[in-house]
């Protein structure tokens, strides 16, 4: 009887992203099985997350997010979101006023990756860098991020991966001082 009442769903490509509900329940554990607890720091930043791209305040998948589904789980663009985090949360920890080394998000970056939920790329560098490519098939720009593992640890359902975005080849480190 209730669905009677229920107005029609707009179809799906309507809107360039649907907002995607976070996964509820307790976070379950990464499959490879880290000790690492995470803080609550890197806890409040993924539910901020969550909330973000359920409510639609944090857009995904599209030119100028912060926020992508990658192949290999979910993309966090660095240092944007984190410096956009920081700047939402001022009770979050910030550098030092002076400090050259530190910038805004850098501490939530360090707690999301200290988590251990995200992948590792060479020399075990957690920030990896991705390719914009075209419809045409053309490489654009590049950009770093942290990449999230299993992404249906946040997001149920995890929508498709972006299709303009592909982890860039790694980079001969020869000839660099």
Known sequence: DDAASLEPC???ASAPWQPVPPAIGPLPPLHQGTANQPSALALAFMAWVQRGVADGSLA???SGAL???VAEGLFLVSPGLFR???DAHPAA?????GNTKDWPGKAVQKAVCGAGWNRKGPRNKSVL????VSREGKPGKA???VVVLQPDRFFAPVPPANPHLQLAPVQSMKGRG
């Open 60 to 62: 995904y998948n599209e």
């Open 129 to 132: 860098t991705y390719q914009v």
């Open 143 to 145: 950009l770093n991020g």
């Open 67 to 69: 926020v992508h589904f």
């Open 10 to 12: 707009a179809p799906l």
């Open 84 to 86: 956009a985090y920081a």
């Open 93 to 97: 920890p910030n550098p030092e006023p």
